[in-house]
């Protein structure tokens, strides 16, 4: 397959990252790759679905990966498994023969083996210097689902309409369902025998870097998991702290002790994020430290440092998203390239196990089985968001009352703009319209 037909493929399907920030896939083929690596680390605690699809799924991903690596004339294949991950690794090592210049490597079952930027370094020795994307040291990175929707578009013709969701947490059967998109957590909280405590909050996402969410809020194509948490775990009352209340904290409590930066991912590799260096910045409103400040945007938002490193229970990743985020409110970008230095030698030694971050985060009890369901789940109606990646909002192209057939575009961005295509999962008619999102419902 050519370079522009594989692009093509992948934007008129709709193909998002679907680990994470939703980042428009084709835009990550590039012919200066000599490296492709598949992300199988499930990054956060309790999610299951990558290394689930991972097991059943393997010799459908692995063939969509080679047709990438083909379509790019890539020769070094990378599929990066958790070494915890035991039947995903006997399924990926049944299937290896079958495909040329494609190797499994094992990383430690340490947080956050996900990140993009730390798999890079686990998986091939190379640093993504601050600020800059994969292909800067030739590698383009993938994650399970992402190439399975690939598969699905290249051998069935079918774009991404539904999405695996791993339900846990509070839940009385927690699962991994296949969700059509614009279906509410609530719905998929229930299929999973419903709440398990009366007071309750629901999370979108993992236990590190997930949002507080409501119970109406829907699918998404970057939706892995609903956590299902009492409404005073630790996990959610730091959530809800404000950065305003976070920064007198600071003032009065942190010591300096820099435990958040030594065990920072991201530092440990060589990026100049000093999680200390912005508390002492902000706590004494020292902003001749302005570098402290600017670096934030280098900070991958793990959430370690305020999780599991600081022996205060301080918030650096709440104070550093929201310096990052009052910095482009007004139009400031880094005008400078940082200076990457060498990777830490001890940093071996910092790294945090997932089984210590979960007994810490009290979610041991948690982290038990959530079997895959791959029937295609239906509802009576779908409010799917038209935001569903990086890049342009999607623009519909129905109207209120219009008749859908599943799989049809009803939203689509212009070919120039950096953006995806909405299809829809099912049979049904419009309800509703407006520039954030369509209401989808089953015909009477």
């Known amino acids: 397959m050519e370079f522009a037909g594989l692009k093509n493929i992948m934007r008129q399907n709709g193909i998002a990252g679907a680990g994470g920030a939703g980042f428009p896939s084709y835009m990550k083929l590039n012919p200066k790759a ?28 692995m063939s969509a990966l080679s047709e990438i690596a083909k379509c790019l004339d890539v020769k070094n294949i990378i599929i990066s498994v958790k070494s915890s991950y035991t039947r995903s ?15 499994l490597v094992k990383l430690k079952n340490a947080y956050p083996a996900g990140d993009e930027v730390i798999t890079i370094y686990e998986a091939t020795g190379r640093v993504v210097p601050p600020g800059e994307l994969p292909i800067s040291v030739g590698v383009i990175v993938y994650n399970v689902e992402t190439v399975f929707n690939l598969y699905k578009a290249l051998n069935r013709n079918v774009p991404v309409t539904h999405k695996y969701v791993t339900v846990a947490g509070e839940v009385k059967n927690p699962a991994t ?9 609530k719905e998929l909280v229930a299929l999973a025998g419903g709440e398990t405590t009366d007071e309750y909050v629901y999370i979108n996402g993992g236990p590190m870097m997930g949002k507080l ?31 305003s209340i976070d920064i007198k904290r600071a003032m009065s409590t942190c010591c300096q002790c820099e435990s958040c930066t030594a065990l920072c991912p991201r530092n440990l590799i060589g990026h100049p994020i000093e999680p200390h260096a912005v ?6 409103k020292d902003y001749k430290k302005a570098e402290a400040l600017t670096n934030t945007f280098y900070c991958s938002q793990c959430g370690l440092c305020e999780l599991f ?14 310096v990052r985020n009052e910095l482009r409110a007004n139009g400031y970008t880094p005008d400078k390239k940082p200076v990457l230095k060498p990777v830490n030698e001890s940093r071996d030694l910092k790294r945090v196990p997932v089984k210590r971050l979960q007994g810490r985060l009290g979610l041991t ?77 089953k015909e009477a």
Not at 419 to 440: A, C, M, N, R
């Open 279 to 284: 508390m002492l910045a902000l706590a004494h």
């Open 177 to 185: 369902f296949k969700a059509p998109l614009g279906m509410e957590l």
């Open 309 to 322: 490193s600081c022996p205060q229970g301080l918030s650096p990743r709440n104070l550093i998203g929201a």
């Open 365 to 441: 009890k948690y982290n038990v089985s959530a079997p895959l369901s791959d029937k295609e789940l239906t509802a009576s109606r779908l409010k799917i968001n038209l935001s569903q990646c990086i890049g342009a909002k999607s623009v519909p192209t129905v109207k209120k009352g219009d008749t859908v057939k599943k799989y049809q575009i009803i939203a689509d961005v212009d070919i120039k703009a950096m953006g995806l295509p909405v299809h829809s999962p099912e049979d049904g008619k419009i309800l509703e319209v407006t520039e954030d999102f369509i209401i989808i419902g």
């Open 213 to 243: 969410a409501s119970p109406y809020d829907t699918v998404t194509k970057t939706t892995n998991a609903v956590l299902v948490l009492p409404k005073n775990h630790q996990v959610v009352l730091k959530k809800k702290t404000k950065p």
């Open 89 to 103: 690794i006997e399924a990926v090592e049944h299937n290896l023969s079958i495909f040329k210049n494609m190797k």
């Open 34 to 61: 000599d490296t492709i690596v598949l992300n199988c680390a499930e990054c956060e605690p309790l999610l299951k679905l990558h290394r689930q699809l991972m097991e059943k799924f393997s010799y459908e991903i």
